[in-house]
């Protein structure tokens, strides 16, 4: 079955920049499209960003339109999400996420997601 396991997240101050990592295991991720999707505290869970399996389409919210980069390494089997100028309302809990079904399109649903790692926390603050 396929697995994921985010890694990077942590503590930064306005302006900073993070970026986080998913590496799967038990499927080749060229299968599937992918996403990353967030949780802040009280809030449901947001997709911000989603990318093809070949990697040739991405979409974001416009929550972090021009602000985050989502990108794949199919060969090394990982995907990042490089996230600049953070603000406080980018804190939360961020998942990787595939969507099994799908490979040439990904939207931005989060119930369209059905494997989902761990989360790394992210939090700005000053």
């Known amino acids: 079955q396929l697995q994921l396991v985010e890694s990077g997240g942590g503590l930064v101050q306005p302006g900073g920049s993070l970026r986080l990592s998913c590496a799967a295991s038990?499927?080749?991720?060229?299968?599937?499209?992918m996403g990353w999707l967030r949780q802040a505290p009280g809030k449901e869970r947001e997709a911000v960003s989603c990318i093809v399996s070949n990697g040739l389409i991405t979409n974001y919210a416009d929550s972090v339109r021009g602000r985050f980069t989502i990108s794949r390494d199919n060969a090394k089997n990982t995907v990042d999400l490089h996230m600049n100028n953070l603000q406080p309302e980018d804190t939360g809990v961020y998942y990787c996420?595939?969507?099994?079904?799908?490979?040439?399109?990904?939207?931005?649903?989060?119930?369209?997601?059905?494997?989902w790692g761990q989360g790394t926390q992210v939090t700005v603050s000053s």
């Open positions: 996420a595939s969507d099994t079904g799908r490979r040439l399109t990904c939207h931005l649903h989060a119930d369209e997601f059905a494997v």
């Open positions: 038990g499927a080749d991720l060229d299968l599937y499209a």
